[in-house]
């Protein structure tokens, strides 16, 4: 399979790689959100840890991603649209655009999805932290 | 040295033909161009003193006679040919009833011995599907405990072509010879690497394949015992009558030439590049292993073939492993690599975690095969691993020391 010059540009110099700390200390972080979606037996893990400041805005992101290329894309450049950004501003990245900014084939399409999901999951966490009321929204794949 | 790129490590997928293969051709599209068959002028004489060259060499390198050897276009069209047409020559019962009779293989065969037993199980056959060990090893014992009375024919692959473990082929053989069963082996990745002789091995029915040896694609084999037990098959293919009714259809003679000269140099060469496979097989693993942690070669440790080399890599995706190592040509059990989104049914057969299963690559060596090649890739993978475990959460995970398996993951 060929990749977009984008994915291969992703893969080769992922930007905002990391965590803000174990696991086990960003859990109790409440300027952080976490969110990990996926499963190993799935061949995709994504793990996006966003740092919020009290009023909403995403001031730094870092992901690890077990998965195929596409995947590494498509969650690198997640961090790169959410940075900046207010948690509702963030809510609305589609992934339908991460395919369209990363030229993903139709059987990569599940990578964007996952991207949008972690960044949901992530949200929702640092929401769940916070004392905010998550919004009830449909989401099903 | 300085290697050539890319560098092919996935002879078990094809290999290069060999030249000698390609000059022993060469006459039979010019000046040799004739129609077997065709009986009576030159032309045909010639095509035919090719194809039973060829057949001769076929023979020899399994230990048959010349007249026990058909040619086919591969070694799926042999699996067919051998799983389908005895079935039908042997089945209790006539097409459209139930209960036409038992057959045993393994879901770890290749897809052309699997789908042509699932069609012949909607067709009113039983089929029993052994499932292997963690070793990815089918013993005799497994197929004598699933043997029923109304048993016509077990199929069971000599070696695995994703794993490359070697099964109890001969123990089965003398198995099914003793219970007058037929039994059929899938040798695409056996024979020409590996000593074979189908008498010795109680073979009924052999497949393989031209190109998988050093041959031309496009042409393969199925040899067809002939005394003790005289097996016969129905035809898939019926027309002109050619290899002896068992395959109509003018004969594929340049491809069959080049097969024949394929097996006579396998056959000379056996030894020689069965010790060098190995060495490099071993070179690849002990470099992956000395370089990394949490790396599990896959398959029994020993009975396997020299030339395939199945490593999973804990903790990195197979396909983003493959975008890595650009330059190093093999194949994945990821699901990924495949239009399925499944991992390798193989490797998920022989238990091995899902996990490891996304993680896996199959590197496969060949005739010309180098050292300094093996050093290459073992360089690259070791790169390629390291700088996708720094973005793996899984790795976090375990460098954490949190067991995997006790994190409730979001299934999709």
């Not at chain 2, 990195?316 to 994945?332: D, H, N, Q, T, Y």
């Not at chain 2, 996708?388 to 006790?406: A, I, Q």
Request: some cysteine; glycine content about 10%.
């Amino acid at each position: 399979m060929a990749y977009s010059e984008k994915v291969v540009d992703h893969y080769q110099n992922p930007r905002n790689v990391g965590s803000f700390g174990a696991s086990s200390d960003v859990k109790t972080r409440t300027d952080i959100g976490v969110g990990i979606v996926g499963a190993p037996e799935c061949g995709d893990v994504m793990q996006l840890q966003l740092k919020v400041t009290a009023d909403g805005v995403i001031e730094d992101a870092k992901f690890k991603c077990f998965g195929c290329g596409s995947a590494i894309a498509s969650s690198s450049l997640a961090t790169e649209w959410v940075k900046g950004r207010t948690v509702d501003e963030a809510l609305q990245i589609k992934n339908t655009q991460i395919v369209e900014e990363l030229a993903l084939p139709p059987v990569k399409i599940h990578c964007s999805v996952l991207a949008e999901d972690s960044i949901r999951a992530a949200i929702e966490d640092w929401k769940k932290k916070n004392g905010i009321a998550v919004a009830e929204e449909a989401h099903a794949h | 040295m300085a290697v050539k790129t890319p560098i092919y490590l996935d002879n078990a997928a094809t290999t290069r033909c060999d030249p000698r293969v390609v000059e022993a051709m060469l006459p039979y599209f010019s000046e040799k161009f004739g129609n077997a068959g065709s009986r009576n002028h030159r032309f045909g004489w010639d095509a035919e003193d090719g194809i039973e060259t060829a057949r001769e060499q076929a023979a020899k390198l399994i230990g048959a006679d010349a007249k026990e050897v058909i040619f086919t276009s591969g070694a799926t069209e042999s699996n067919n040919l051998a799983v389908k047409g005895a079935a039908e020559i042997y089945a209790k019962a006539p097409a459209g009833q139930q209960g036409r009779g038992h057959i045993i293989t393994c879901t770890i065969e290749h897809k052309a011995v699997l789908d042509p037993c699932k069609r012949l199980q909607r067709e009113g056959f039983d089929v029993t599907f052994l499932e292997p060990p963690a070793d990815g090893v089918i013993t005799a014992e497994m197929v004598r405990a699933a043997m029923r009375p109304d048993t016509i024919l077990v199929s069971i692959m000599w070696a695995n072509n994703e794993i490359g473990t070697i099964n109890e082929v001969p123990e089965i053989g003398r198995l099914c010879h003793e219970k007058g069963v037929i039994f059929h082996t899938d040798g695409t990745q056996w024979v020409g690497k590996m000593p074979t002789d189908v008498e010795r091995d109680c073979i009924d029915l052999l497949s393989w394949s031209g190109h998988k040896m050093y041959g031309p694609k496009g042409v393969g084999a199925l040899y067809v015992r002939r005394r003790k037990p005289r097996v016969r098959l129905e035809a898939l293919i019926d027309g002109g009558g050619q290899e002896r009714g068992m395959r109509s259809g003018t004969q594929n003679v340049t491809g069959i030439v080049g097969f024949g000269k394929a097996c006579e140099l396998c056959m000379a060469e056996m030894e020689h590049d069965r010790e060098r496979l190995l060495k490099l097989r071993r070179r690849l693993e002990d470099g992956l292993s000395g370089r990394m942690e949490v790396v599990q070669v896959n398959g029994h440790r020993d009975r396997r073939l020299p030339h395939i080399s199945n490593i999973s890599f804990g903790f990195v995706e197979g396909e983003s492993l493959m975008m890595g190592i650009k330059e190093i040509a093999c194949s994945s059990g990821s699901a990924c690599t495949s239009a399925s989104l499944e991992p390798s049914y193989v490797l998920k057969g022989l238990g091995v975690g899902d996990e490891l299963a996304h993680s896996s690559l199959r590197l496969s060596f060949g005739r010309w095969t180098t050292e300094e090649e093996v050093d290459f890739a073992v360089e690259s993978i070791a790169k390629a691993v390291e700088h996708l475990r720094k973005l793996s959460p899984l790795y976090d995970l375990y460098k954490e020391g949190v067991d995997l398996s006790t994190i409730e993951w979001q299934h999709h």
